[in-house]
C-alpha cells in the first residue's frame, strides 16, 4: 500500500498552533480597542450633551431671575439706550457726574 501524504512534522503543527494562536489574539485585542474607542466616544457626546445642557438651564435661570426682579441695570452707552416705555423715575439711576444707569430688558 502506498501512502503518498506524508503526516505533518510536529514543529509544523507547533508553528501553526502558535500563529493561530497569535492571530486570534491580535484580533482579539483589536476587536477589544475598537470596543472601548466606539465607547469612550460615546460616553464624550454624553458629557458635551449634559454640559450643554447645564449651560442653557443656567442661562434660563439668570433669565428668569432677573425678569422676577423687573430688569438689570447697565449703563448708558450706544447700544444701551433708556426704555422709552419705562417711567423715568424707576428708569434711571444717576451713579455719580461719569457713570449713569437705566435698566434695561433682562432677555
Keep these: 500500500m502506498y501512502h503518498t501524504e506524508n503526516p ?6 507547533l508553528k501553526l ?3 493561530l494562536s497569535c492571530l486570534f489574539w491580535l484580533a482579539l ?3 477589544s480597542s475598537l470596543w472601548n474607542t466606539w465607547k469612550n466616544e460615546e460616553q464624550h457626546l454624553a458629557a458635551l450633551l449634559q454640559t450643554g445642557r447645564s449651560f442653557f438651564q443656567q442661562i434660563e435661570n439668570t433669565r428668569e431671575w432677573n425678569a422676577s426682579h423687573g430688569g438689570v441695570y447697565a449703563p448708558v452707552k450706544g447700544d444701551t439706550l433708556p426704555n422709552p416705555y419705562l417711567q423715568p423715575a424707576l428708569r434711571d439711576i444717576q451713579v455719580n457726574s461719569d457713570l449713569l444707569l437705566t435698566k434695561i430688558n433682562p432677555a
Design 8 to 13: 505533518p512534522s510536529p514543529a509544523y503543527t
Design 17 to 19: 498552533v502558535v500563529s
Design 29 to 31: 485585542i483589536f476587536l
